[in-house]
């Protein structure tokens, strides 16, 4: 049986009388691929931010990599990689130069990110682009790149929040590849994103709306549960029952 590298119980954050995320409970198994979806305004990014640690919850327990999200959240922070949409690479450094950066960061040896660099740069094709800056690389490559930095140290856990956002679908299927590979490797993805044949990629997938868990099972469950032919239906159906906006 695979151990859960992500559990939580009734998790809730509030803003105020605002409640952005209401009692949420699930858990996630090693190396699976775990998509989380809503609707703007549904909560999925405030939950995430709180599985990450870097944003504590209002009531609720849960731990993530082992490590508690209240007392722990450093050290869930140093145990996770992390790859967003709109920031995750610098563009103003050469591509070797974001590499090394974030290795240190994630506290690698010199030898040890020397190494790898070469690896992974022979990998994504990119040898001669080692010197070129980020931001002369076309959108697709960077989140190539991105992706392969968020798992440079080789974490147990990496949250991709929305990660091929504006990528064309050619792009958008090599990262998909990527995304299996790691898998393969016992690396938990946990994914957000807007693209609906997306989800069907993933092992289980779970829809937020007014910032409670709605749904959560896989795609073939999910869509024999609401009579529906694919993942958008399914979430189409459950995203009219929203009451509030973002």
């Not at 076309?138 to 190539?144: A, I, T, V, Y």
């Not at 590849?177 to 946990?190: S, W």
Request: aromatic residues 10%; hydrophobic residues 40%; proline residues 2%.
């Amino acid at each position: 049986m695979k151990k859960k590298v992500i559990a939580v119980s009734g998790l809730t954050k509030r803003f105020g009388h605002f409640t952005a995320v209401d009692h949420i409970t699930f858990d996630v198994e090693e190396g699976e691929i775990f998509g989380f979806l809503g609707a703007n305004g549904a909560g999925k990014t405030t939950a995430m931010q709180m599985l990450c640690g870097i944003s504590k919850p209002t009531s609720g327990s849960g731990t993530v990599a082992g490590f508690d999200i209240i007392r722990e959240n450093e050290q869930i922070k140093r145990n996770i990689g992390y790859m967003s949409q709109r920031f995750s690479l610098y563009e103003d450094l050469k591509v070797w130069e974001n590499i090394r950066l974030f290795g240190g960061i994630y506290g690698l040896s010199d030898k040890v990110i020397e190494r790898k660099t070469d690896e992974l740069l022979e990998r994504l094709d990119f040898r001669e682009e080692r010197s070129t800056l980020v931001k002369y690389l076309p959108l697709g490559w960077k989140q190539k790149l991105a992706f392969s930095v968020a798992i440079f140290h080789d974490p147990g856990i990496v949250f991709l929040d929305e990660p091929t956002g504006g990528v064309d679908p050619a792009m958008r299927r090599q990262f998909w590849e990527m995304i299996y590979e790691a898998a393969d490797r016992g690396i938990t993805v946990f994914v957000t994103t807007h693209y609906m044949d997306e989800a069907e990629y993933c092992n289980r997938v779970s829809i937020m709306v007014d910032g409670r868990i709605d749904a959560l099972d896989t795609p073939g469950a999910l869509r024999s549960q609401y009579h529906a032919t694919s993942i958008d239906e399914v979430f189409r159906q459950l995203a009219r029952r929203a009451r509030r906006n973002e």
